[in-house]
């Protein structure tokens, strides 16, 4: 069975500074994505980046980026010079691809509170 | 070009009374996954509609339903409401691509649900 675990219920930064979210899964697929999301206190789910079970290179999006450490089984999210902005509570999912497609489910992890402060 | 829609954005509801949760995907998306997310937890699946069909389901009983309209927008009926209901219950769509694993769901705001 799938299951992503985050250990860091809250992270505290400081603006412009960077900050890890760590993030670990277990699962026996071979084939599988890695999608981080952030979730503002509104509710709705942002999409921030995403890695490939395959991929070779760590994916990076703007600020974002994923360090990908596939033997360990973790994929860790970077904000590099976090903004007031980026307080929020941030969700690492995998995906399964079922019968080779899009159509997977997302396994969500409890999430980590970012906050970060002036 | 609209997001993901879902209404009503909150709703009281008491038990044993039923209720029914709709999204609207956005514009080009014909998947819809519907989730729930307790307080402090992260999202859980409940089914994922494509075709007008049930394509996956997780572990929840059968008092959840749903229902995908030819314009691909979807229902979520939660029948028996019990008091553990009471949650966010996420709408996602995407769009089904075969051969392609980056597509990523994009979600609606959710509606919050409290069954007293």
């Known amino acids: 069975a799938q299951k992503i675990t985050q250990t860091q219920p809250g992270m505290f930064v400081q603006e412009k500074e960077a900050v890890t979210l760590d993030c670990t899964y277990d699962t026996s697929d071979q084939s599988y994505g890695l999608f981080w999301y952030k979730q503002p206190s509104s509710g709705e789910m942002i999409f921030l980046i995403y890695?490939?079970?395959?991929?070779?290179q760590n994916a990076t999006e703007g600020r974002y980026s994923l360090n990908f450490q596939k033997a360990r089984k973790s994929a860790n999210l970077v904000i590099s010079a976090s903004q007031l902005g980026d307080s929020a509570m941030y969700f690492c999912?995998?995906?399964?691809?079922?019968?080779?497609?899009?159509?997977?489910?997302?396994?969500f992890g409890r999430g980590t509170q970012l906050t970060v402060w002036p | 070009d609209a997001g993901v829609t879902q209404s009503p954005t909150h709703l009281i509801k008491t038990r044993g009374q039923q209720v029914t949760l709709r999204c609207s995907p956005k514009?080009?998306?014909?998947?819809v996954s519907w989730y729930q997310q307790a307080l402090g937890q992260g999202p859980q699946f409940i089914f994922q509609?494509?075709?007008?069909?049930?394509?996956q389901r997780g572990n929840f009983p059968d008092r959840f339903s749903g229902h995908q309209f030819p314009n691909y927008s979807s229902e979520l009926n939660v029948n028996a409401l019990l008091l553990g209901d009471s949650a966010l219950y996420l709408c996602a769509s995407s769009l089904w691509a075969p051969g392609i694993t980056n597509e990523k769901l994009f979600f609606g705001s959710g509606t919050q649900l409290s069954v007293l």
């Open positions: 509609y494509y075709e007008e069909e049930e394509r």
């Open positions: 514009s080009g998306h014909d998947t």
């Open positions: 999912a995998m995906r399964n691809f079922y019968r080779g497609s899009t159509l997977g489910r997302l396994y």
């Open positions: 890695q490939g079970s395959y991929d070779e």
